[in-house]
Structures are given as C-alpha cells and as structure tokens.
C-alpha cells in the first residue's frame, strides 16, 4: 500500500520541543523532495520545511527558521521534522507530502503523496 504516515504529535507547553516522523510505505522517499506543513483551526495550510532527500538540501520559512530542523534517514525511508522552542502559534494538523518545492505552497490535492496529519497543540 503506497502511503505516508505521521507520529509523534502531542501537547506541549511554550518553549518545548516535539519530533515528528513522516514513514513511507509503498515507494521509496529517496528521490523526492518532502515537505512538512501545518494548518491551523479556520486557516490555510502552510508550509514549514521540505527537504531533498537525495542531497539533504532544505528550506524553512522565515517562521520556523532557526526552531525547526527537517532531516531524513534512507534506512527507514522517513522524514523527520524536529521542533523546539514552540509557541502557540505553532498549534495545527501537521503533514507531510510530497513532492515540495521550496517556498511553494500548492492546494493539497496537488501532491502526489501526502499523510493524514498528525496533532501539534502548544499550550499552557
């Protein structure tokens, strides 16, 4: 079955940190470039990393840059997005797909492959 899967969402409080993984089952993450977005209650979705998987190039918008880090292991055919000093506004349904382009966000039926989200609530 051709599919991408999300963990390790969860509640956390101001300033801390969460992992999530992005696993793909049914092809191979090897070639691609794959991103990680979020969408907030009664917003847009937005992007916030992606990575080329064959070179570990990456990108991240200027609202996570320097908190996020997007790294990616071909062993375990996985994405990661690793998270620290998060704030409120970090709050939303988290996914991954593929294929990403770098300060490109596409209505979320364009991509090929994409996750059912994982839950990221940052509070208090």
């Known amino acids: 079955q051709v599919q991408l899967v999300e963990s390790g969402g969860g509640l956390v409080q101001p300033g801390g940190s969460l992992t999530l993984s992005c696993t793909a089952s049914?092809?191979?993450?090897?070639?691609?470039?794959v991103g990680w977005f979020r969408q907030a209650p009664g917003k847009e979705h937005e992007d916030v990393s992606c990575?080329?998987?064959?070179?570990?190039?990456?990108y991240y918008p200027d609202s996570v840059k320097g908190r996020f880090t997007t790294s990616s292991v071909n062993a375990k055919n996985t994405v990661y997005l690793q998270m620290n000093n998060l704030k409120p506004e970090d709050t939303g349904v988290y996914f991954c797909?593929?294929?990403?382009?770098?300060?490109?966000?596409?209505?979320?039926?364009?991509?090929?492959?994409r996750g059912q989200g994982t839950q990221v609530t940052v509070s208090s």
């Open positions: 049914g092809f191979s993450l090897g070639t691609m470039a």
């Open positions: 797909a593929a294929p990403c382009r770098s300060d490109y966000v596409g209505p979320v039926d364009e991509y090929v492959y």
């Open positions: 990575i080329s998987v064959s070179d570990g190039s990456t």
